[in-house]
């Protein structure tokens, strides 16, 4: 189902011709499988058969509400980091009491807005949101239910702009900082201290990471229970990896990770959360653009895309790569290619060296990988409108966001004509 899996290039994913599609919608635009999506979370719920465990979708992967609305209509929650991401997995139908809220910068307002929500649980990441967890509860008259976010110094392995769990990172408390928590929780009354998270780094392809983070989070956690606190929920994050270059990565079996969790967990009686993004979509989606034209450079020749850095950032951002694949006849002769967005920057190059079947303007290209954190990092910069976006479903299609118009692209912008005195 997902582009990876097919030996050719084939422009069918979720039986739609990708082909008839990019006819009838502009390129550029991205193109979701609801199928691909579902096998995924199936997949891993039957791997966690037996364990109470719940996934919360980390919604910065994709963040569309049709993508969302998919999820809950599959008993997935969400791991929100934003209040804008609370209000989108509300509006997609995610049940608050299916959230959890992480992130190092929450402000007053967005704890607000997710207590009044009645989400299901915050992950704390400093003593300084503690207080204001604390303040605001006390405020209402409520009691929140949150978890600390340790640290367990752990290198994932992975790029260093998405390895979370080292101790020189910005994210959770040190595990002497958390026991400090538990020994004072009668301080904050307002916080129900029950649940343990750890989320180490993102695309990992190594099981020792995990294995490691989960065996001294679980050591805590006994630790904890012998000294009479009661944990709920142990959440271990995100992070799975996938495969963005057929042949190349190799994602870790869900099977072997949850036997690790098994493992390591098997005497805990509380409730397993994870927070998989990428995993559950980033196979299921395709970039669909076409090639503009074909520019000869010195020892060079560029294919220059109708979509660019500001659509899909990962390459420019964290030197990622995706699989391209041109749709074209399997006999055509192959060609060394730069591939390229119209962006006036050098860093707007989708692959360098790529070998591709010889191009042509107006072909149809689909870059690979494209499901999770494609779209959701997406902007307007060089002042393109944000691209559409299509879900597929078993030969049927639904565009769950149309593409940015002008007007829409400077609808929160005026001409300086009204002047305030400061
Ligand atoms: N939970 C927490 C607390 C997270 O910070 C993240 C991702 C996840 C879960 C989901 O991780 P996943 O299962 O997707 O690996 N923009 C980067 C990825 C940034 C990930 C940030 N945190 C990229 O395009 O590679």
Redesign the pocket.
Known sequence: MTMSDQPTPSAILDGVDLRALAASLSTPFYAYSAGAIRARVQGLQRALDGLDARLCF?V??NSNIGVLHLMAGLGVGA?I?SAGELWRARQAGIAASDIVF??VGKSADEIAAALDAGIWKF?LESADELALLQDIAYGRGVVASAAVRVNPDVDART?AK?S?GRAENKFGVDIDEARGWFANAGRSPNVRLDGLHA?I????LELAPFEQAIARVAAFWRELREAGHRIDSIDL????GVCYRAGHDRPIDPDDYVAVLRRELHDFDGRIVL?????LVAEAGVLVTRVLRVKHGRGRDFLVLDAAMNDLQ?PA??D?WHDIHVVQDASAPLQCYDVVGPVCETGDTFARDRVLPRCAAGDLVLIGGAG??GAS?SSNYNSRPLLAEVLLDAGRYAVVRRRQSFAQMIANEQLPTAWSEA
């Open positions: 980390a910065k992967a791991d980091v992480s992130g992950n790029h998405i979370t989320h780094g993102s695309q990992i994050g995100g992070g799975l927070e998989p993004g990428r995993y990962r951002l964290y990622a999770a954190y990092m």
